[in-house]
């Protein structure tokens, strides 16, 4: 059920974002993803869930992950493009997060939700489990190992 939502989530944010650059489709197998939904900026869980993703940035990367603000009510920018309020509004119905409800969303290179919170996520959880997934274990094995 959650691939069948998830191909209907694509489509749906690639429809409605026609007047818009962003376009999740386009992100699909190339980045994983970290939704972000909140009120606003002031929403004290955004504030924490930024300070960990500053915090952390270097091993965000590492993991390609892309951070993806989607505030309500006004338009965002996420891997350099614009997110306009109907591309918000399709995937806020789509993925069942409501106007100005906080959630965190993991949606892996598939595509599919890998996490849904209502609480900010520590780093350390998402590096377990995007660890654990088998694209990464790929991932890990093909990158050059450092010297100590």
Not at 15 to 21: C, R
Not at 31 to 56: G, I, K, M, P, S
Not at 98 to 122: C, I, M, Q, T, Y
Request: charged residues 25%.
């Amino acid at each position: 059920m959650v691939a069948s939502c998830l191909l209907g989530f694509f489509a749906v944010a690639t429809a409605s974002a026609e007047e818009s650059s962003f376009r999740l489709a386009d992100l699909q197998w190339k980045h994983r993803l970290l939704l972000v939904f909140a009120a606003n900026e002031e929403d004290a869980r955004f504030a924490r869930q930024y300070a960990e993703w500053q915090r952390t940035v270097a091993g965000m990367e590492e993991r390609d992950l892309l951070w993806v603000p989607l505030m309500a009510g006004k338009p965002s920018r996420a891997a350099g493009r614009t997110i306009n309020l109907a591309s918000q509004e399709a995937i806020r119905r789509v993925l069942g997060v409501n106007s100005g409800e906080f959630a965190v969303l993991l949606v892996g290179r598939d595509g599919g939700v890998k996490l849904r919170k209502a609480e900010p996520v520590e780093a350390i959880s998402l590096f377990a489990l995007i660890d654990a997934m088998p694209m990464r274990r790929e991932e890990m094995r093909r990158q050059p190992r450092s010297k100590p």
